[in-house]
């Protein structure tokens, strides 16, 4: 179980690699950091109609890529 875990850390992280630099930034800062969109806009200069469009745009890529990895079926 503890391979299967690893497994998936390191295929999220290849994943969030290949996203856009904006997009990986705005997903890490949303879920790994729990920050809001406007927190995000403030600290990136980023505006808050993108961040919401990079977190929506980054995911659906992530989960593709994620499934394509086979380490999600289900995202």
């Known amino acids: 179980l503890l391979i299967w875990e690893a497994f998936q850390k390191k295929e999220l992280n290849i994943c969030l690699n290949r ?6 930034v705005c997903i890490e800062m949303f879920y790994f950091e729990n920050k809001t969109y406007k927190q995000i806009s403030e600290e990136t200069g980023i505006e808050l109609k993108k961040v919401k469009s990079h977190i929506q745009n980054g995911k659906r890529k992530l989960k593709n890529d994620l499934e394509k990895s086979g380490v999600f079926k289900d995202v």
């Open 19 to 24: 996203l856009k630099e904006d997009q990986r």
